[in-house]
């Protein structure tokens, strides 16, 4: 697989760099902004990759794996490659959850004939909803809108959990705003 790192988008660089860790055993999950960019078809731009890993003991020798494809461990979390000045990639935790919901089942997509995970169109809109929940991150609330206007997204599911984080009140704002 190649990839032009001075004008690859969200999604050419998630596939790229996931599927890459997968040949060295290592499972991720994309969260955050990216998926709200690959989503959004991009009309949302994060600027940077969130890449939940499923074994938190990989992190000891993910700066080697990291460093095979040309990205340099910037700080803690943080990892930058000298020709992808526009995106970045970060490895935020070993845990993957939405508000107290840590049930979670990402989708799947295949590249090249491997297996790759990504938050479900759902559960993006939860996670960002979650943000602005927690945050008053209006932002966050315009991202949710952005992907559910362009996938199907399991309205039951959002409102069952948005009453469950004891925020009944957002899943009706998000539901006006989705009509609009």
């Keep these: 697989m190649k990839i032009d790192f001075k004008n690859c988008s969200e999604e050419e660089l998630w596939k790229y760099v996931a599927v890459h860790l997968k040949k060295h055993n290592v499972d991720s999950i994309l969260v955050g902004g990216a998926v709200v960019s690959i989503y ?6 994060s600027g940077d990759l969130d890449f939940v890993l499923t074994d938190m ?3 000891k020798k993910l700066p080697a794996i990291m460093k095979e ?6 700080g803690g979390r943080h990892y930058e490659h000298p020709e ?15 508000g107290d919901d840590n049930q979670i089942k990402p989708d799947e997509v295949s590249v090249e004939g491997t297996k790759i995970k990504i938050l479900s169109p ?8 979650a943000g602005y929940m ?3 991150s209006r932002d966050n609330f315009d991202q949710a809108i952005l992907v559910a206007k362009k996938h199907p997204v399991n309205m039951s599911k959002i409102k069952k959990w948005c009453g469950e984080e004891k925020h ?9 705003a989705f009509k609009k």
Excluded: M
């Design 40 to 45: 959004s078809e991009g009309a949302y731009e």
């Design 57 to 59: 003991f990989v992190n």
């Design 69 to 74: 494809i040309g990205f340099v461990k910037k």
């Design 84 to 98: 992808c000045k526009h995106l970045f990639v970060e490895f935020p935790s070993s845990f993957l959850e939405i």
């Design 122 to 129: 759902t559960d993006c809109v939860r996670d960002r909803l």
């Design 134 to 136: 927690h945050f008053k």
């Design 168 to 176: 009944p009140e957002v899943f009706d704002e998000f539901q006006r």
